[in-house]
């Protein structure tokens, strides 16, 4: 809840309001378009949620936009889902992501750094060059638009090349990290169906190598449609049988050639695991994903030519997506490919200093680890280029905001962001015209209708309810793969107030027009900004012979950590020895991602579901944040009541 009068952490001085770039837009807005010149962010946000069509009129106009074929007009069909933008229009999103190789050549557009923080410079015009010729290969393997191209990357320059060109061709993109196991992996691009595959042999992290060779054959085994598989030697071996070298790929000097495609056809293919089934393959569009990342990055984020952009992610998340977009505002991008605390946990931090950044991401876990473990950014690193400090993944609390403006620079610019993989954006989070205060996102992003419900639909003020957004955004997804009625599409945003996305997390809007987010409304783990799905690892731990059954839950806990227990019911005669304990964290460490291992294992006398047989996850998540028994469920819909007296206790216990 917002207090009466909280005195904001940060005000941005006269000069950084009159020098950002929302400034200019709102000027140049207002003698264009009918936009208020005056009554700064406020009205802006308004006039754009009003003015729906011509504020996104207005973004293709301000960053240039370069139609092929013109539009018929912003925004036929409006309803959610299924709203159609620009109707008529044709594009190409990699043709604005390198647009600035014709004015700065030599000036670098990626910073690649690995664990040796040593930042290694990719320029515009070689860049460039790497993706026309890569482009040019791609369609002499016949790869046409709307193919599934596929990467199994970690986050390295030849990456972006292969996404870049990807879309250049006019295929899709998808992506997942080397350190997903085959099944994660399987269980994502065996539903697109890929036609090629880009892969690394291995990937270094936390001072170690990690060979990837033989998750790599089991991924050409089990995915028939592949014609090719692209060979990265990131650490050094030879190109497997049938395997294309990168080098014979991206050498020659090619101008790339940009398929100029409808602004609704598919740009790239995201993960969000639901509770149940299999990851959601949700499909962004090319002219989506290209004005949103333009308002984003350009207005909310402030980014131009002079920044340098770093956020700490990997490609089996949609914040690489995003770093990969600031090219799209001539944005130098840093790509750091390594564990996020090695050799120690100040180590983000000298990366930002190495590469000069003047944007820097990272989660909220992290700003806390660092505050944690007694980091002092300001003392040990040279971070006046600095201007501003992103954290996403799960809500910044309040210490976090006070030790980022203690501990890195009082006259800071922290930006608390909160979106989704779903749109591949943020609902709400920076602008840099506006105060901060701790605790809270600054304000809706333009253009975003948020608003917090209460169950019945009516909008709440200073009261906690569900986020929602009432009208389309551009970077909605156009649909799900596999979704041919669109029915899980809507089942996932718009079963409970039709016609209205509705996104999952509990949110404030405050009565000064800020944001606070408390988690997520539903059972969705969410580690370090990576959504994951329950059944993810239910399947990968009931196959062990000792577990009759598992529940897994993800509790905000707030002090603003995360805590991630997994509860199993053991098959007769079994215990909950050392031993066990270790197979199960090493089965869902191999299967799925270090990231799934839970933070304890607890054995339980069983675990309750519905009467249709569902477990029941966020009753129990509810119980454990503290809510009386009575209020977290209801009781008629329950299998074993009694069951819940034993995590009724647990919760007791822990507080």
Known sequence: MSTANPQPLWQPDPERIAQARITAFQAWAAERHGAPAEGGYPALHRWSVEQLDTFWKAVTEWFDVRFSTPYARVLGDRSMPGAQWFPGATLNYAEHALRAAADRPGEPALLYVDETHEPRPVSWSELRRQVGSLAAELRALGVRPGDRVSG????????????????????????????????????????????????????????????????VAELRRELPTLRAVVHIPLLGTEAPENALPWSALTSADTEPVFEQVPFDHPLWVLYSSGTTGLPKAIVQSQGGILVEHLKQLGLHCDLGPEDRFFWYTSTGWMMWNFLVSGLLTGTTIVLYDGSPGYPDTGAQWRIAERTGATLYGTSAAYVMACRKAGVHPSRDFDLSRVRCVATTGSPLPPDGFRWLHDEVRDDLWIASVSGGTDVCSCFAGAVPTLPVYTGELQAPGLGTDLQSWDPSGRPLLDEVGELVVTDPMPSMPIRFWNDPDGSRYH???????????????????????????????????????????????????????????????????????YWMPLFVHLAPGAVLDEALLDRVKRTIREQLSPRHVPDEIIEVPGIPHTLTGKRIEVPIKRLLQGTPLEKAVNPGSIDNLALLGFYEELARKRA
Request: charged fraction near 25%; include cysteine; aromatic fraction near 10%.
């Open 491 to 561: 089942d996932s945003y718009f079963d409970t107030y039709p016609g209205v996305w509705r996104h999952g997390d509990w949110i404030t809007v405050t009565s000064r027009g800020s944001v606070i987010i408390h988690g997520r409304s539903d059972s969705t783990l969410n580690r370090q900004g990576v959504r994951m799905g329950s059944a993810d690892i239910y399947e990968v731990v009931e196959r062990l012979p000792e577990i009759k059954e598992s529940l897994v839950i993800g509790v905000e806990q707030s002090d603003g950590g």
């Open 152 to 215: 199994y990357l970690p986050n390295i320059p030849e990456a972006v090349v292969a996404l870049l060109a990807t879309a250049a061709v006019g295929a899709v993109w998808t992506s997942c990290a080397p350190d997903f196991g085959a099944r994660s992996v399987l269980d994502r691009f065996q539903q697109v169906e890929p036609v090629v595959l880009f892969t690394v042999d291995g990937y270094r992290y936390g001072g170690k190598e990690h060979d990837r060779r033989e998750i």
